[in-house]
C-alpha cells in the first residue's frame, strides 16, 4: 500500500484499532457521498478520533493518528446507511484540511508491527481473549500485536485512552497498558 496519500477523514468520538470492527450509523450526506465513493472505487477511508470540536457540522479536529477503515457490510434505511468497518492500518496525519465540509488529510501509512509472542505477565488475558474470539484455540494463533488490537478495541475505557493505546507502537508494552486498563490502574501504568 502506498506510504504517502489523501484520504478523506471521518471524524468521531470513538477510535477504531487495525483488526478491529466498528459499526457506523451514517446520515450526514458529506459522509453519505464518502461512503459511497468508498464502495465504488474500493478505497479505504481513514478514522480519527476528534480531539475537538464536535461530530456533525464541520469544524471538528482530528487526532493526529488514526486508522484506515474498509467497509465490510452495509445496509441502510431512509436516509440513513448503516455499515460495519474493519480497522486497517495506523496513519500519521502529516496535514490536513476541510474541502467541501469533508476533512481531508496527506497522511503515512505506519509499518507493521513486530510478531512477538504473547508473554506471560499478561496470560490474564487470554481468557478475555477466547470470550471476544468465541474461540480459546484462536487465542494461539494471535501475536502480541493482533492480540492488544483485538482487547483494546473491546476495552471500555474512555477515547482518550484508547487513542494513547492505538499510537503506541510496542505491542507488549500496549498489552501491559490494557492489563493496567482493567485493574483500574490507569493507561499510564
Not at 28 to 45: N, Q, T, W
Not at 91 to 101: G, L, N, P, T
Not at 137 to 149: C, H, P
Request: aromatic share 6%; proline share 6%; net charge negative.
Amino acid at each position: 500500500m502506498e506510504n504517502d496519500r489523501v484520504t478523506p477523514l471521518f471524524l468521531l468520538r470513538t477510535v477504531l484499532f487495525p483488526q478491529g470492527l466498528l459499526a457506523l450509523r451514517v446520515f450526514e450526506p458529506r459522509y453519505l457521498d464518502m461512503i459511497s465513493a468508498s464502495l465504488r472505487h474500493g478505497e479505504d477511508f481513514g478514522i480519527c478520533l476528534i480531539r475537538s470540536g464536535e461530530e456533525i457540522g464541520q469544524g471538528a479536529v482530528p487526532a493526529g493518528v488514526g486508522t484506515l477503515a474498509r467497509v465490510v457490510d452495509w445496509g441502510g434505511e431512509a436516509g440513513v446507511l448503516h455499515i460495519q468497518v474493519e480497522g486497517q492500518e495506523r496513519f500519521s496525519i502529516v496535514d490536513w484540511e476541510y474541502q467541501r465540509q469533508l476533512a481531508q488529510a496527506r497522511i503515512k501509512c505506519w509499518p507493521a508491527e513486530p510478531i512477538l509472542p504473547i508473554p506471560r505477565e499478561v496470560g490474564d488475558l487470554l481468557p478475555i481473549l477466547a470470550e471476544l474470539l468465541g474461540d480459546a484455540g484462536a487465542v494461539r494463533q494471535l501475536d502480541a500485536s493482533r492480540a492488544g488490537m483485538h482487547l483494546a478495541q473491546a476495552l471500555p475505557a474512555p477515547a482518550e485512552d484508547k487513542q494513547r493505546l492505538l499510537e503506541l507502537q510496542d505491542p507488549l508494552e500496549r498489552l501491559r497498558r490494557i492489563r493496567a486498563l482493567l485493574r483500574g490502574e490507569g493507561a499510564q501504568a
